[in-house]
C-alpha cells in the first residue's frame, strides 16, 4: 500500500471528526501535526486510530499505539508496520 | 443562620412537545399536556409495561447524531443543526448535558450577564442529574461485553459523556466560568436539590452567581428500569396518564427534560438593574430517618415544612406539589402539606399531571413553572383530578396516624382542575426522592 494511498485513507477519516477544522485537512503532509498542526483534542486520537483499523483492516498493538506520535507520519509508519506484520 | 438574599434573574429549559420555554409557558398555562404515545417503548411490544411518556427527540432540539461507523447505533457526537454550540463541546456531551448548555445559554442571556461576569471567580455551576439510565454507556458495554470488540472502538468518551456530574461538566466548559462546578444528587429532588445548594453557595458569601438546575436526557434505558418497578401508568389516553391524586391513579410519566435557573446574590443584581424574576426566601432539606428507600414519610414532610418556614412569618399562596400521580405518594404529601397549612388560604399546583415526571430534572423544571405562576399571577392546574377518594387512605385507619382524619376528597377545593387567576405572592416548591430525601423551597415575588 502506497503511502498516498494511506493518507488519502486517514483524510476521509478525519473529515467524519467534527473536533478538526476541515479547511486545514486541504494541504495536509506528512509532516502535519495532529494536535498542534490541526489542532485535534488529545482524546480524539485513540478515535482516529480505532477508526483507523476499521479501515486499514488492521489491529494494532497497543503498546504500538502508546508509543504512538501525533504527525500523520506516525500514523502511516504504523499502518505500514502493522500491515507488514500481519 | 441568615445569609445574603438571592434573586432570581433567568431561566431557560428543554421541555416536551414544546419548541422553547415561551411555548412550554403557553401550553402549561392553556392546561395542556405534554404527554405522548412514545413510539421506543411501543416498538418492543410486550416487552414494555407503559408506553406514554414526555419525551424529546433529537431532531425536536435541532440536533443530529453522527452514528460511529465502529460501533452500531453509538452516536459518538451529535451536530447542532442552529450552530449554538460548538462542535467541541458536543464532542464531550450526552444528550442530557445538550439540554444542559442549551438551557443555560437562554438562561445567562435572560439573565443578562455579560462575558467578565459568566467567566468570574465568583460564578458557578451546580446541575444535576437523576442518571437512572444513559444509552452511551448501554452500547458501549454491549461492544465490549457481548460482542468482544476492543475497548478504543467506543472512543474516548464514555466518561465525560457518563459521569455523575457531566451536566455542570458541560456547561462549565461551555461558559468557562471559575468558581465551583459541581452537582448534587438526590433522585427525583436533584433538581430542586441543586438550586437549594446553589442558593446556599450565594446566600453564606461563597459565590455571587450560579447557573443552576437538572437535566434528564431522553433514555429509553430510564423508562425501561422504571417500568420494570410496574410504577409507570397504564390504561389511559396520554394526556390522562398523569392524574395526581385522582383516586384511579396508577403510577407516573416517565418524562424528561432540562431546566436551568440563574440565580445572583439579591443587592448584586439589584444595582445592575436587573430583571428580577423571584426572590428564594428559604430552602430547607432532611431524610425521612425511617429507613424505606422508596415509601414516603408523613412524619419527614412535616419536619420538612417545619424547617422551610423555621418558625417565621413566612406563607405561601401556591403549593407546588410533587404529585407523582403515585397511589401512596399524593396521598401522604396533600395531608402532610394540609396538616401544616390547614385547608384554607392557599392552592395546590400538580405540574407533573400536565408534563409527567421529569426524574432529576422534575425540581428545577417545576421550579421554572413557580416562578412563570408568580409572573402570570395564575395558579397551575391538578390535570385529571376528576375523582378524589372519599373513604380514608388505609394509613388513615391505623391506630398510630396522627395526620389528618378526612378523606382526600374533603381538600377538593384546593386541586383545581384548570388555570385560574389568584393574587400569588408566594409559591412553596416540594420535590422527594428515593432515599427519602425531601426538599422545599419558598420562592416570592420582588417587592
Not at chain 2, 461507523?69 to 450526552?94: F, H, K, M, Q
Not at chain 2, 407516573?252 to 423571584?278: H, M, P, Q, W
Amino acid at each position: 500500500m502506497e503511502r498516498k494511498e494511506i493518507i488519502d485513507g486517514l483524510v476521509e477519516i478525519l473529515q467524519t471528526v467534527r473536533t478538526i477544522d476541515q479547511e486545514k485537512l486541504k494541504d495536509i503532509k506528512e509532516e502535519t501535526d495532529f494536535i498542534a498542526d490541526l489542532k485535534t483534542p488529545s482524546t480524539e486520537m485513540i478515535n482516529i486510530a480505532a477508526k483507523a483499523e476499521q479501515k486499514f483492516d488492521l489491529e494494532f498493538d497497543d503498546d504500538d499505539i502508546d508509543d504512538l506520535g501525533s504527525k500523520v507520519r506516525d500514523f502511516v509508519d504504523l499502518i505500514i508496520k502493522t500491515k507488514a506484520n500481519s | 443562620m441568615k445569609g445574603r438574599k438571592v434573586a432570581v434573574v433567568g431561566m431557560g429549559g428543554v421541555f416536551p412537545d414544546c419548541k422553547d420555554l415561551l411555548d412550554f409557558e403557553q401550553k402549561l398555562f392553556s392546561n395542556q399536556s405534554l404527554i405522548r404515545s412514545w413510539d421506543k417503548p411501543l416498538s418492543y411490544g410486550k416487552q414494555v409495561r407503559s408506553s406514554v411518556a414526555g419525551y424529546i427527540t433529537e431532531a425536536e432540539v435541532n440536533l443530529e447524531p453522527v452514528t460511529s461507523s465502529l460501533v452500531e447505533g453509538y452516536p459518538e457526537s451529535y451536530i447542532d443543526l442552529l450552530n449554538r454550540i460548538p462542535d467541541r463541546n458536543l464532542a464531550t456531551a450526552d444528550i442530557g448535558s445538550i439540554w444542559a448548555m442549551l438551557s443555560s445559554i437562554d438562561a445567562i442571556k435572560m439573565a443578562g450577564w455579560n462575558n467578565s461576569e459568566v467567566e468570574s471567580e465568583q460564578t458557578g455551576v451546580v446541575v444535576g442529574s437523576g442518571s437512572c439510565g444513559n444509552e452511551i454507556q448501554r452500547i458501549a458495554w454491549h461492544n465490549f461485553f457481548e460482542l468482544g470488540k476492543k475497548t478504543r472502538t467506543v472512543g474516548a468518551h464514555t466518561v465525560d459523556r457518563g459521569m455523575v456530574y457531566r451536566e455542570a461538566a458541560n456547561v462549565s466548559c461551555l461558559i468557562k466560568n471559575r468558581g465551583v462546578c459541581e452537582a448534587m444528587g438526590s433522585a427525583c429532588a436533584t433538581g430542586l436539590g441543586n438550586i437549594g445548594y446553589a442558593y446556599r453557595l450565594i446566600s453564606f458569601g461563597l459565590q455571587d452567581r450560579i447557573v443552576a438546575g437538572g437535566s434528564e436526557g431522553t433514555a429509553l434505558e430510564t423508562f425501561l428500569g422504571f417500568d420494570g418497578m410496574q410504577v409507570l401508568s397504564r390504561g389511559f389516553e396520554p394526556h390522562q396518564s398523569s392524574r395526581p391524586f385522582d383516586k384511579d391513579r396508577n403510577g407516573f410519566v416517565c418524562s424528561f427534560g432540562t431546566g436551568i435557573v440563574c440565580l445572583e446574590a439579591y443587592d448584586i443584581a439589584k444595582a445592575r438593574g436587573a430583571n428580577i424574576l423571584g426572590v428564594i426566601d428559604s430552602y430547607f432539606n432532611n431524610s425521612d430517618g425511617d429507613g424505606d428507600m422508596f415509601a414516603p414519610s408523613f412524619s419527614g414532610q412535616k419536619r420538612l415544612w417545619k424547617g422551610l418556614l423555621n418558625d417565621t412569618s413566612l406563607r405561601t399562596d401556591v403549593v407546588k406539589v410533587h404529585g407523582t400521580s403515585t397511589p401512596t405518594g399524593d396521598a401522604v404529601e396533600l395531608l402532610s402539606v394540609v396538616d401544616t397549612l390547614g385547608d384554607k388560604g392557599f392552592q395546590i399546583a400538580a405540574p407533573k399531571s400536565q408534563f409527567g415526571h421529569m426524574l432529576g430534572a422534575a425540581g428545577a423544571v417545576e421550579f421554572i413553572t413557580a416562578i412563570l405562576m408568580l409572573k402570570r399571577q395564575e395558579v397551575l392546574p391538578c390535570l385529571n383530578s376528576d375523582n378524589l377518594n372519599p373513604e380514608l387512605e388505609t394509613f388513615q385507619t391505623v391506630d398510630s396516624w396522627s395526620g389528618p382524619k378526612e378523606p382526600l376528597l374533603y381538600y377538593r377545593d384546593l386541586l383545581k382542575q384548570e388555570v385560574f387567576s389568584k393574587e400569588i405572592n408566594s409559591v412553596a416548591c416540594l420535590n422527594y426522592g428515593f432515599g427519602g430525601t425531601n426538599s422545599a423551597m419558598l420562592v416570592s415575588k420582588d417587592n
